[in-house]
């Protein structure tokens, strides 16, 4: 979250505090994000930009030369039926 925090002009400072609350006792990663959006109770393009300012800014534990959790698989939620590419055909 720290690092989020210092960039929270990028796509505004709603989606900082939004990543504040769902981030699980302070870290905000691919997994958080996801379970957020599982839930149905935040709207499904605020938490794309959330997300959007993780892509950008990082996961916690990459600075210091940790390993974050892999990010959601192709087809998770926030991706939507079939991924991101939509249904295969």
């Not at 892509?55 to 991924?83: I, N």
């Amino acid at each position: 979250m720290r690092e989020l925090l210092r960039h929270s002009g990028y796509r505004g400072p709603e989606y900082v505090d939004l990543g504040a609350r769902i981030a699980v006792g302070g870290v905000l990663d691919p997994h958080v994000v996801a379970d957020a959006a599982r839930t149905g109770d935040h709207d499904p393009q605020a938490l794309k930009k959330v997300w959007h300012r993780l892509a950008r800014f990082g996961a916690p534990g990459t600075a210091a030369g940790q390993t974050a959790r892999p990010a959601p698989a192709r087809g998770a939620v926030l991706d939507g039926p079939g991924g991101a590419a939509g249904p295969a055909g």
